[in-house]
């Protein structure tokens, strides 16, 4: 069974500063990996996707993210961030032949003056 | 619409009461997806629509828990005689007939809100 790990809960940045928000995963074979963002009281914001290809993938928002096979890993990045990027990022895993998304429980980003 | 439509927004119901909450998807969009948000937790993959296929109802966490689709339409998700663990936000997703196999990755709704007091 698949599975995400994003291991921190919550993340405090000075505007400005760059962010790196860790995502990891368990699948047996290449996985589809999607970074969203959930404003408060709002639904979920595609931010990136990885289907295949180029390992570092460009997304909305000046956000990035890289797909390192050999760590099982989907890193969310941006070098400078904004006060209108606090939110609660998730990072998500499918696979070829099965549609459900699965998801981590999410890192709360709070981003102080 | 131009996006996925969820209603209502907010809906508050006395535990043992049913509740229907409602997906209109994206325009063309034969794939629909239902998950629920816990408060402070990801979310749970519920149930999967794709066109005229049977559903995927693996995630359903109880025989409480229905849902329906109108061909590649509507679809309604239906809780009956609700606990206060159903209390959740319960959030829709759609994509295009191709899915991963085409790149297309899901897109939300807001979500309905439901506390069960």
């Known amino acids: 069974a698949q599975s995400v790990t994003q291991p921190d809960i919550h993340i405090t940045v000075s505007e400005g500063a760059s962010l790196e928000l860790r995502c990891n995963y368990s699948?047996?074979?290449?996985?589809?990996l999607f970074w969203y963002v959930q404003s408060p009281g709002q639904g979920l914001q595609l931010l990136l996707k990885?289907?295949?290809?180029?390992?570092l993938v460009q997304g909305i928002k000046g956000f990035e993210a890289e797909f390192k096979r050999s760590q099982s890993s989907f890193n969310l990045r941006k070098p400078s961030v904004h006060w209108s990027d606090a939110a609660e990022y998730f990072c998500?895993?499918?696979?070829?032949?099965?549609?459900?998304?699965?998801f981590g429980t999410g890192t709360r980003l709070t981003i102080i003056p | 619409g131009a996006g996925v439509s969820q209603s209502p927004s907010n809906k508050v119901t006395e535990k043992g009461k049913d509740v229907e909450l409602r997906c209109d998807p994206i325009s063309g969009h034969t794939a629909l997806y239902w998950y629920r948000q816990r408060l402070g937790q990801g979310l749970e993959f519920l149930i999967y629509?794709?066109?005229?296929?049977?559903?995927?109802k693996s995630g359903l966490p109880s025989d409480r828990f229905s849902a329906e689709r109108t061909g590649e339409s509507v679809s309604t998700l239906t809780i009956q005689r609700t606990q206060q663990e159903d209390s959740a936000v319960y959030l829709c997703?759609?994509?295009?007939?191709?899915?991963?196999?085409?790149?297309?990755?899901?897109?939300f709704g807001d979500g309905t809100r439901l506390s069960i007091l």
């Open positions: 998500a895993v499918g696979a070829f032949g099965n549609e459900k998304l699965t």
């Open positions: 629509f794709q066109g005229n296929s049977a559903p995927d």
């Open positions: 990885y289907f295949s290809g180029d390992t």
């Open positions: 997703a759609s994509s295009p007939r191709e899915g991963f196999r085409g790149n297309q990755p899901q897109h």
């Open positions: 699948y047996g074979a290449t996985p589809y």
